[in-house]
């Protein structure tokens, strides 16, 4: 998978908006080269977490995955609790559960593991049907938390 596969499964999804931050838009330039995906069907950027991200180089503490190499990414994905067991075989909160890393592979993620979420990097002919159900999975969860927020700021009356 290239990143541009995984930006069209995502936005075929419906209601997400992709965020690539870049020079002069304001993000910082630790971001510029990554992307982000929000359920937003409004267009507007959430104040949540984005469901998913693609990141492009290590970051300060996270280097576990070697995308200093020429191509290397890593596909982040807010799988949650159920879904994280279920591809780790251990709880997100187990600190005892196994340190996977390499190419594509499902692993926790290597900061935000014990909050459930999952990384691939550079994902390939093993996790790519994985990686499409992962992002299924948390474009759901994120479609059901924005509806949520959505039903609840509901003026009375309009329910």
Do not use: C
């Amino acid at each position: 998978m290239l990143i541009e596969d995984i930006i069209r499964l995502t936005e075929a999804m419906g209601g997400v908006l992709v965020q690539r931050p870049g020079p002069g838009d304001g993000t910082p330039e630790l971001a510029w080269g990554d992307v982000f995906f929000y359920y937003a069907p409004d267009g507007v950027i959430p104040k949540a977490q984005p469901f998913a991200t693609i990141v492009t180089k290590d970051y300060p503490g996270d280097d576990t995955s070697r995308l200093g190499r020429p191509g290397a990414f890593r596909i982040n994905v807010a799988a949650g609790a159920t879904e994280f067991r279920r591809q780790t075989g251990h709880d997100p909160k187990d600190p005892a559960g196994p340190a996977i890393t390499g190419d594509d592979v499902v692993m926790a993620h290597p900061v935000y593991g014990s909050m459930g979420w999952l990384a691939v990097a550079n994902p390939g002919p093993a996790t790519s049907d994985t990686v499409a159900a992962l992002l299924a999975t948390a474009h759901g969860m994120a479609r059901g938390r924005y509806e949520r927020h959505a039903e609840r700021s509901r003026p009375p009356g309009e329910q």
